[in-house]
């Protein structure tokens, strides 16, 4: 391999939704962690960087001079690798990033073309099985199909054709240096063939106004108990979803995407003017939303006419992230790395034959202190007695140089164990034994059919245990090149663990067959792309797109993933899902009990302190306000025995209120950022820039580990 190679990074980039036409792009430094090259610098990582300077934001450029929520769009760069001498990570070769006028091998880039092609499949994708997740898939089986009325049958081209939202291929490079997702720009669809943008006149765009007469689109300030949609109209706005966003290169040669617009559209089965229905959080049909996902690909071009394809990378598009600095216990990055160490020989001296090298030392700053840390950081978005907040503190302020034994875990006996099989150094016990153990989160669907509580992936729990060992280093030697820390920072800053499906992807990040193989020079994480024959299309009426990727099942999950295969997967709309994941019983296993855990704190916030109400002169914080407040957000207000229910308050009690009101959520950030006229301290993170407004109930005490619903209305929500 001593040819150099060229590589897309992050090999996943995540874009989310806003209803601005600006955007700030995705954070390039991991929640909650120290930035990069910045030592000195009090604000930690995870939060968006400005488009025009590339620093990480203020907390007045959340929104734009109209209040509206910017976008947030993904970065993508090209970087060569040289001097390897076999696949490893990190690796150990030469990293450099490739920019225009960049010198590589002695030629001169004078251009990098890209191409991406985003779609959107959830209305024609099957049902979310909280109760066997990937399990539904074995032995060529599926799911519940969604929308059984538009047929039955989900090969039909005709089917794929009305519900599959299908914006096209488009190309940019530094002469067409931007191009956009839309309904409009037919002339715009195009796709590369080495280095030639080739035109494709007849590209089946689809949207969801081109096959239903009578769409159902949610305006800010309808009435949810009346009408409020109206049939097909001529203007944009009545046709509700009509772009998954726009993309474009900076000066340097940089592909910058940003998505949709947090839209959700429905469609009625008749021509009477009732708005369609809301039933749950995840399966909801006759509905649209602009989320989308699709491949990036790229092609370097030299001065003197050569030119060099790029191993490409995916984007997601997906809900906007509303506390950026808050670090996940178990993230996307944890689940993408427990899958390459254990089961594609990522590093085989960590894992090697089916078992952890009992051998290997972890490093504290690199594989413990993260988790440490993200546990420090749930006490800013979630409901926790004072005595929580001072145990959460505690884990966070645990150093390297600290006796495991004398911590306040006590080695390991607050963790949460995985189910470890034969591949663990350490014995097996109950998940479920003893109280309380972390995370005080709940599990998501898994090969045995259901993890009823969230625990550390099998990985993270055996760094864990050599270091309550005290079989561990201080610092890792081999550290990651700037692209393989953009992979990393990218998927650590967005949840893992609770796959129900989750917020920004789902479980098939587990999945083995949805990968490129990353020994032949691609690197780790890197989605496979199922090749489009663009060149056969001529006919702009039929679909393009088929069902796509389907894991578990031999026959097609090798051949790689279409546009809009690594959302459909996700919750329809996904506001209904984000509005409902707060507070739960214990799912998917039932136990009849009122015993509440978290969903996604880091992710989708419970409670905050609010920065108005904070007195910076006061040592200690203001009462929380939960993070979706106001009208509608506390089930039967006028009867005092409900309003205070943990598990009823603190989301909409009308799923619909969550289309219309999501842009008006209050963002978390640390104090060094927000900048309304007052110095906070480095120590805080409080919420700016909610628009939610209206008198709250006072919050009702939060009960010891673990929470109690109370009152026996837990399982009234939908």
């Known amino acids: 391999m001593s040819k150099t190679i060229f590589r897309v990074h992050p090999a996943i980039g995540i874009a989310r939704v806003g209803n601005s036409e600006e955007y700030y792009l995705a954070p390039e430094s991991i929640a909650a962690?120290?930035?990069?090259?910045?030592?000195?610098d009090k604000t930690t990582g995870g939060l968006p960087l400005d488009p025009d300077t590339g620093e990480v934001i203020k907390s007045s450029q959340l929104?734009?001079?109209?209040?509206?929520?910017?976008?947030?769009?993904?970065?993508?760069?090209?970087?060569?690798?040289?001097?390897?001498?076999?696949?490893?990570?990190?690796?150990?070769?030469?990293?450099?990033?490739?920019?225009?006028?960049?010198?590589?091998?002695?030629?001169?880039?004078i251009n990098i073309k890209w191409c991406v092609h985003l779609a959107n499949k959830k209305s024609a994708w099957f049902v979310n099985d909280d109760d066997h997740g990937v399990v539904a898939y074995e032995n060529g089986n599926f799911p519940v199909l969604r929308n059984l009325p538009e047929g039955l049958d989900p090969y039909n081209e005709s089917r794929l054709r009305r519900l599959v939202i299908d914006a096209g291929p488009r190309v940019v490079d530094q002469n067409n240096d931007l191009a956009q997702f839309d309904s409009k720009s037919h002339t715009q669809a195009a796709y590369l063939k080495g280095t030639e943008t080739v035109s494709v006149a007849d590209y089946p765009f689809s949207f969801p106004y081109m096959h239903f007469d009578h769409l159902d689109i949610p305006k800010k300030g309808e009435d949810t108990k009346r009408c409020t949609g109206k049939p097909l109209q001529k203007s944009r706005e009545a046709r509700g979803i009509t772009s998954l966003g726009n993309m474009l290169t900076d000066s340097c040669g940089r592909l910058i995407v940003a998505g949709g617009y947090g839209k959700a559209v429905g469609w009625r089965l008749d021509n009477k003017d009732n708005p369609v229905p809301i039933d749950g959080p995840v399966n909801n049909d006759q509905w649209f939303d602009d989320t989308s996902d699709g491949p990036v690909t790229a092609v370097i071009e030299f001065e003197d006419g050569s030119c060099e394809e790029v191993f490409g990378g995916w984007v997601v598009v997906t809900d906007p992230s509303y506390a950026p600095q808050t670090l996940n216990v178990v993230s996307l990055f944890d689940e993408a790395y427990d899958t390459f160490v254990r089961k594609l020989n990522l590093q085989p001296d960590v894992f090697c034959n089916g078992r952890f090298n009992p051998e290997y030392k972890p490093a504290f700053d690199d594989h413990i202190r993260p988790i440490f840390?993200?546990?420090?950081?749930?006490?800013?978005?979630?409901?926790?007695?004072?005595?929580?907040?001072?145990?959460?503190?505690?884990?966070?302020?645990?150093?390297?140089?600290?006796?495991?034994?004398?911590?306040?875990?006590?080695?390991?006996?607050?963790?949460?164990?995985?189910?470890?099989?034969?591949?663990?150094?350490?014995?097996?016990?109950?998940?479920?034994?003893?109280?309380?153990?972390?995370?005080?989160?709940?599990?998501?669907?898994?090969?045995?059919?259901?993890?009823?509580?969230?625990?550390?992936?099998?990985?993270?729990y055996q760094f864990l245990h050599s270091w309550s060992n005290h079989n561990y280093v201080d610092s890792n030697a081999q550290k990651l090149g700037e692209g393989e820390y953009l992979d990393r920072a990218t998927l650590q800053n967005c949840l893992g663990g609770r796959f129900s499906p989750g917020i920004d992807m789902t479980w098939i990040i587990r999945e083995t067959a949805m990968y490129q193989d990353w020994q032949t020079g691609a690197g780790p994480?890197?989605?496979?792309?199922?090749?489009?024959?663009?060149?056969?299309?001529?006919?702009?009426?039929?679909?393009?797109?088929g069902l796509g990727w389907i894991p578990r099942h031999e026959d097609v999950e090798h051949l790689g993933l279409e546009p809009g295969d690594a959302t459909k997967f996700m919750a329809l709309p996904w506001h209904a899902d984000y509005n409902s994941c707060a507070i739960h019983q214990t799912s998917p296993n039932d136990l009849n009990s009122e015993t509440l855990y978290w969903s996604w704190p880091a992710q989708r916030p419970v409670t905050v302190y609010v920065a108005h109400d904070?007195?910076?002169?006061?040592?200690?914080?203001?009462?929380?306000?939960?993070s979706v407040r106001g009208k509608g957000t506390y089930p039967l207000e006028n009867t005092p025995t409900d309003k205070h229910d943990l598990a009823n308050a603190g989301r909409f009690w009308e799923y619909r209120e969550m289309l219309t009101k999501w842009d008006d959520i209050g963002v978390v950030v640390q104090g060094t950022v927000i900048d309304d006229g007052?110095?906070?301290?480095?120590?805080?993170?409080?919420?700016?820039?909610?628009?939610?407004?209206?008198?709250?109930?006072?919050?009702?005490?939060?009960?010891?580990?673990?929470?109690?619903?109370?009152s026996g209305t837990a399982t009234r929500k939908k």
Do not use: C
């Open 373 to 460: 840390k993200a546990t420090g950081q749930q006490l800013w978005n979630a409901y926790l007695p004072e005595i929580a907040i001072q145990a959460h503190k505690s884990v966070d302020e645990i150093t390297a140089s600290d006796d495991p034994d004398t911590t306040i875990l006590a080695g390991l006996a607050y963790i949460r164990q995985p189910n470890p099989g034969t591949e663990a150094t350490w014995r097996s016990q109950s998940i479920d034994e003893g109280a309380p153990l972390m995370p005080l989160s709940l599990g998501d669907s898994s090969e045995a059919g259901g993890k009823p509580f969230l625990t550390p992936t099998v990985t993270q």
């Open 614 to 626: 904070y007195d910076i002169n006061a040592k200690d914080l203001p009462a929380q306000r939960y």
């Open 33 to 40: 962690l120290p930035q990069p090259g910045k030592p000195e």
């Open 63 to 109: 929104r734009d001079q109209q209040g509206a929520f910017k976008r947030q769009a993904a970065r993508f760069r090209v970087f060569a690798y040289s001097d390897l001498d076999k696949p490893s990570y990190p690796e150990q070769g030469a990293e450099q990033e490739v920019t225009i006028g960049s010198q590589i091998q002695g030629k001169t880039v």
């Open 525 to 545: 994480f890197r989605i496979k792309h199922k090749p489009l024959n663009y060149a056969a299309i001529n006919n702009a009426n039929t679909a393009f797109l």
């Open 678 to 710: 007052r110095e906070y301290s480095e120590h805080v993170y409080l919420e700016v820039e909610s628009m939610l407004h209206g008198d709250e109930p006072e919050l009702a005490a939060p009960m010891p580990w673990p929470l109690l619903g109370g």
